[in-house]
């Protein structure tokens, strides 16, 4: 993990799906767009995207320091609980297709996992899943 800028590969992680062409077809997929890509910080204050959206999170890194640790980034995909997770179900593959292994400069980007379909979230009452990306170091 050392010489990794995380500060850095979060921006490359949330600009190929908002601004990138690899993600015009996650972004034409969205209730509004790129304005439909946001960090999970902007979840907190009113009003939220349109649906359905994507929210990003980072993860945990896991290890010791000097042991190798996995930078992650969660893609959060949300859309309104009267939609089902159909549109949500769309998106996820678009969402890995945008992210080919070496989109990012100096190590690979792989999805990792694709969540369980979320039951309603309380705090925001829609419906969830998750795309986990890992990036490795070359």
Same mark, same amino acid.
């Given at each position: 993990?050392? !010489?990794?800028?995380?500060?850095?590969?979060?921006?490359? #992680?949330?600009?190929?799906? &908002?601004?990138?062409?690899?993600?015009?077809?996650?972004?034409? &997929?969205? +209730?509004?767009?790129?304005? *439909?890509?946001?960090? &999970?910080?902007?979840? @907190?204050?009113?009003?939220?995207?349109?649906?359905?959206?994507? &929210?990003?999170?980072? +993860?945990?890194?896991? !290890?010791?320091? !000097?042991?190798?640790?996995?930078?992650?980034?969660?893609?959060? #995909?949300?859309?309104?609980?009267?939609? !089902?997770?159909?549109?949500?179900?769309? #998106?996820?593959?678009?969402?890995?297709?945008?992210?080919?292994?070496?989109?990012?400069?100096?190590? @690979?980007?792989?999805? *990792?996992?694709?969540?369980?379909?979320?039951? #309603?979230?309380? *705090?925001?009452?829609?419906?969830?899943?998750?795309?986990?990306?890992?990036?490795?170091?070359?």
């Amino acid at each position: 993990m050392l !010489g990794v800028d995380l500060q850095q590969r979060t921006t490359q #992680i949330f600009d190929q799906l &908002a601004v990138a062409a690899a993600g015009a077809a996650v972004r034409a &997929a969205l +209730g509004a767009g790129a304005a *439909s890509v946001v960090h &999970a910080e902007q979840l @907190k204050q009113p009003p939220l995207p349109a649906t359905p959206f994507l &929210a990003l999170r980072g +993860g945990a890194m896991p !290890g010791q320091s !000097g042991d190798m640790r996995i930078p992650v980034w969660r893609w959060w #995909i949300y859309d309104d609980p009267q939609q !089902g997770h159909y549109r949500i179900n769309g #998106i996820a593959p678009l969402v890995e297709q945008a992210y080919p292994f070496y989109c990012i400069p100096f190590g @690979k980007v792989v999805v *990792s996992g694709v969540s369980e379909e979320y039951p #309603i979230d309380p *705090s925001l009452g829609l419906l969830a899943r998750v795309v986990t990306l890992a990036f490795y170091t070359m």
